[in-house]
Nanobody
């Protein structure tokens, strides 16, 4: 069983930055794909960024150039550095881990990001 804990959310002004963390338990982290999603009020959950076990990254168009996903396998942690935040980035951000060993998905509980002046 894998548990994911997100942290780093909060209130920030437009143009500001936040770094989200997703810490995973278990020993299969290095053999997993990790994704960040977000869900704004009244909207569907959407993919923000992904990182493979080898470090290859992929971003939603609105995240390219502003957000950076990275991982530290030694610490079982994935980060999402978010810069130049906009009001429309306000959402609950979730991480999802997909294990390459057995194809299971795990979700964290989410962390709130609010961008407001």
């Amino acid at each position: 069983q894998v548990q994911l804990v997100e942290s780093g959310g909060g209130l920030v002004q437009p143009g500001g930055s936040l770094r989200l963390s997703c810490a995973a338990s278990g020993s299969i982290f290095s053999l997993s794909l990790v994704h960040w999603y977000r869900q704004a009020p009244g909207k569907e959950r959407e993919l923000v960024a992904s990182i493979t076990n080898s470090g290859r990254t992929n971003y939603a168009r609105y995240a390219e150039g502003r957000f950076t996903i990275s991982r530290e396998n030694a610490n079982n942690t994935v980060y999402l550095q978010m810069n130049s935040l906009k009001v429309e980035d306000t959402a609950v951000y979730y991480c999802r881990l997909f294990t390459l060993t057995d194809g299971r998905n795990y979700w964290g509980q989410g962390t709130q990001v609010t961008v407001s002046s």
